[in-house]
């Protein structure tokens, strides 16, 4: 069973920038395409972005060019630099497997961007 931590949410003015970051607890992670999914009020759960275990990377239209997910292996962390943050960013950002059956979901981590 992996385990899933989010940290780095936070408050930020429309323009600025932040740094997702998920910690995993289980072997199975560092093989795992890896996502950040978002959960917005009223809105469907949105995958933003995903690697693969060889670093391939996929972004949702609504934040290429402004988010970059990476890897560190060493870690076992999959982080989420996130810029030029608009006030529709707003939202509790998880982490969980991107392809097959999702594990159980962490806590998340709740990001809001004021105008």
């Known amino acids: 069973q992996v385990r899933l931590v989010e940290s780095g949410g936070g408050l930020v003015q429309a323009g600025g920038s932040l740094r997702l970051s998920c910690a995993a607890f289980?072997?199975?992670?560092?093989?795992?395409?890896i996502g950040w999914y978002r959960q917005a009020p009223g809105k469907f759960q949105e995958l933003v972005a995903s690697i693969s275990n060889d670093g391939g990377t996929n972004y949702a239209d609504s934040v290429k060019g402004r988010f970059t997910i990476s890897r560190d292996k060493d870690k076992n962390t999959i982080d989420l630099q996130m810029n030029s943050l608009k006030p529709d960013d707003t939202a509790v950002y998880y982490c969980?497997?991107?392809?097959?059956?999702?594990?159980?979901w962490g806590q998340g981590t709740q990001v809001t961007v004021s105008s």
């Open positions: 289980g072997s199975v992670f560092s093989a795992a395409t």
């Open positions: 969980n497997r991107a392809r097959g059956v999702t594990w159980r």
